[in-house]
């Protein structure tokens, strides 16, 4: 699924090989961008940092607005 015209979003899979080949292997953000399909390395750079700061938990969490609950009282 696509927010704004023309972003992407990338799979927890592609983001998690995205750290691993930067850091086990040592490529650059360039090579991993051509490897995985990425269409900007600074992406790549910002994944790296995420992963960083959060750790292992960094792409598994929920993005965006949590979705509303119905109560269903009030519904009835």
């Known amino acids: 699924m696509t927010g704004t015209k023309g972003m992407t ?8 090989e995205a750290v691993r080949l930067f850091k086990e292997e040592g490529h ?7 490897q995985l399909g ?3 390395a ?13 750790g292992g938990v960094a792409f598994a969490k929920p993005i965006g607005r949590p ?9 009835i």
């Open 42 to 54: 600074n992406r790549i750079e910002k994944w790296i940092s995420q992963y960083r700061r959060e």
């Open 28 to 34: 650059t953000y360039r090579q991993i961008t051509e």
């Open 38 to 40: 990425i269409s900007k």
């Open 9 to 16: 979003h990338y799979e927890r899979s592609i983001k998690d």
């Open 67 to 75: 979705r509303k609950i119905q109560d269903e009282k009030a519904y």
